[in-house]
Structure formats: structure tokens, C-alpha cells
């Protein structure tokens, strides 16, 4: 059972680059999002989806877009890349409703120059 | 929205120390998790604690639903469990909510 798999683990991109961050998991969880932690601050969210075919903003969406196309998948794309989107980008993924257990992948560390 | 809040926000402790960390929340959840960011800044999941007390080793933990607040204790510190602390539970609309972290350093 991998949990949550997100892609690349490290990633440098130039200014103006675009570039996808992926993220699956195979518990077969409704409820996925995507969050950033940038140094010594906390997780914010960026996107999140509820199923498939159904996303919805975070706190800090601009410069990211996302689509859930399958139960599985929830890519995270940087459309043109800045450096105020250096960040560590992790994805989680629950069972939707009361009492869900979060769970979280490993992180993608993505510097912009 | 639900709002969840950590104390302390730093903790410098030396090995071997023993250690409480709160985690208060402004509404009733049915969801709360502590996880440890080390170092390295993975997340490691440490405890899914709604209601309840649990044990893994020297860490457990105990979350009191109907006063609104879990605590995670730490035994016998040592450097390893350094790294930040957070509190994380649900809104309602099923978004996950991050306490701001304790910040943890254990000196040798």
C-alpha cells in the first residue's frame, strides 16, 4: 500500500517555466488537496477536491491550477513559474465527512530562479 | 471557521527531558491528528486522536473532545524528536486545519 505519492521530490525551475506536481494515492480517498510551507511558517492550503470533477480554492490559489479528472490523481500545475513560488508543496489525501484520518506524502521541495 | 491554536510555540529542552504539548480548538471536532515535521521536513503521522488516550513508546497522547483540547506528551526526549509539532483536524467543509506548530529543539 504506497499511501500518498508525490512527484518530483525536488525540482528547480527557471522563472517563466511551467512545470506539474503530482500527486496519486490508492486508498481510494474522496477528499485531496494540495498545501505550500514555505521557511519556518505553517501549511497553507492552495486547492483542494472533494471527488472527482469537483475542485475548489484555498487560501493562496493564485499562480496554481488543478483538475481531478480521476479518483486517484491531483496534479498540481504552476502555469508560469515566480520565485515567490519557492516552497516545499506537499499533497494529502482523507476519506470525505466526519472523522477522516489525513494523510500526507512526502513533499515536493521546488525552488524557482 | 474552526480555529486551532498550539502552546508553546518554542520549546528548548535537553535530552531526556519529558514534555507537554496543547493543542486548543474553538469548536467541537470530530477529527484530531498530531503529526512531527523533523528536520528533514517530512510529516510523520504520530497520532489520529478524536477522542481517547494513546501510546506509541515514549510519545503519547490525549485529547479531551468535550473540553476542546488534545495534549501530546513527550518522555525522555532525545534529539531526534526535535522538529515542529503540529495539530491538525477538519472544518466542515472537509478542509484540513494546521494548528501554527510548537517548535521542539532537544539539546544533547
Known amino acids: 500500500n504506497a499511501g500518498v505519492t508525490q512527484t518530483p521530490k525536488f525540482q528547480v525551475l527557471k522563472t517563466g517555466q511551467s512545470m506539474t506536481l503530482q500527486c496519486a494515492q490508492d486508498?481510494?480517498?474522496?477528499?485531496m488537496s494540495w498545501y505550500r510551507q514555505d521557511p519556518g511558517m505553517g501549511l497553507r492550503l492552495i486547492h483542494y477536491?472533494?471527488?472527482?470533477?469537483?475542485?475548489d480554492q484555498g487560501e493562496v490559489p493564485n499562480g496554481y491550477n488543478v483538475s481531478r479528472s480521476t479518483t486517484e490523481d491531483f496534479p498540481l500545475r504552476l502555469l508560469s513559474a515566480a520565485p515567490s513560488q519557492t516552497s516545499v508543496y506537499f499533497c494529502?489525501?482523507?476519506?470525505?465527512?466526519?472523522?477522516?484520518?489525513?494523510?500526507f506524502g512526502q513533499g515536493t521541495r521546488l525552488t524557482v530562479v | 471557521g474552526i480555529q486551532v491554536e498550539q502552546s508553546p510555540p518554542d520549546l528548548i529542552l535537553q535530552e531526556g527531558a519529558n514534555s507537554t504539548l496543547r493543542c486548543n480548538f474553538s469548536?467541537?471536532?470530530?477529527?484530531l491528528q498530531w503529526f512531527h515535521q523533523n528536520p528533514w521536513g517530512q510529516l510523520i503521522n504520530l497520532f489520529y486522536?478524536?477522542?481517547g488516550t494513546k501510546q506509541n513508546g515514549r510519545l503519547s497522547a490525549t485529547t479531551v473532545a468535550t473540553e476542546r483540547y488534545s495534549l501530546l506528551y513527550i518522555s525522555s526526549s532525545q534529539t531526534t524528536d526535535s522538529g515542529v509539532y503540529f495539530c491538525?483536524?477538519?472544518?466542515?467543509?472537509?478542509?484540513?486545519?494546521f494548528g501554527s506548530g510548537t517548535r521542539l529543539s532537544i539539546r544533547p
Open positions: 494529502a489525501s482523507s476519506y470525505a465527512g466526519a472523522g477522516a484520518e489525513a494523510f
Open positions: 486508498m481510494n480517498h474522496e477528499y
Open positions: 477536491s472533494v471527488g472527482a470533477g469537483i475542485t
Open positions: 469548536d467541537s471536532v470530530n477529527n
Open positions: 486522536i478524536p477522542s
Open positions: 491538525v483536524t477538519y472544518s466542515s467543509a472537509s478542509k484540513i486545519i
